[in-house]
Nanobody, 118 residues
Framework: QVQLLESGGGLVQAGGSLRLSCAAS????????MGWYRQAPGKQREMVAT???????RYADSVEDRFTITGDNTKNTVYLQMNSLKPEDTAIYYC????????????WGQGTQVTVSS
C-alpha cells in the first residue's frame, strides 16, 4: 500500500517559516517525481513546487525565492522549506509522487494545514 504522510503544518505569523515533510511508504522515493500542491478555500489546487528524480526543481511564481523543495532518498522523504510566509500562503498542502512514463501513476498525501496570520 502506497502512502504519503505530510507533516509540519501549523499556524505561523507572516514572515515566519515552516518546513513541511512528506514521508513515503510502499514506494521508492528515488526514480519518481515529487511535488507539493496547495488548495485554499474556494480555490483550485495549484502546484507549489516539483522535483524531478534528476534533481530539477520548479516553483510557482508566487513562491519562487521563498520556498525550497528538497528530497532525501535515504529517508524516502521530500521537504518543502517555506520562508517569508504570507497570509496568501494559507492552504492545505498536499504531497504528490508521480511517474510520467509508462506505467504511470500518481499518489497523494492526506494534506497538512498551513495557516499564516497577518
Amino acid at each position: 500500500q502506497v502512502q504519503l504522510l505530510e507533516s509540519g503544518g501549523g499556524l505561523v505569523q507572516a514572515g515566519g517559516s515552516l518546513r513541511l515533510s512528506c514521508a513515503a511508504s510502499g514506494i521508492r522515493f528515488s526514480g519518481n517525481a515529487m511535488g507539493w500542491y496547495r488548495q485554499a478555500p474556494g480555490k483550485q489546487r495549484e502546484m507549489v513546487a516539483t522535483l524531478t528524480s534528476g534533481g530539477t526543481a520548479r516553483y510557482a511564481d508566487s513562491v519562487e525565492d521563498r520556498f525550497t523543495i528538497t528530497g532525501d532518498n535515504t529517508k524516502n522523504t521530500v521537504y518543502l522549506q517555506m520562508n517569508s510566509l504570507k497570509p496568501e500562503d494559507t492552504a492545505i498542502y498536499y504531497c504528490k509522487i508521480f511517474r510520467g512514463m509508462t506505467p504511470t501513476y500518481t499518489y497523494w498525501g492526506q494534506g497538512t494545514q498551513v495557516t499564516v496570520s497577518s
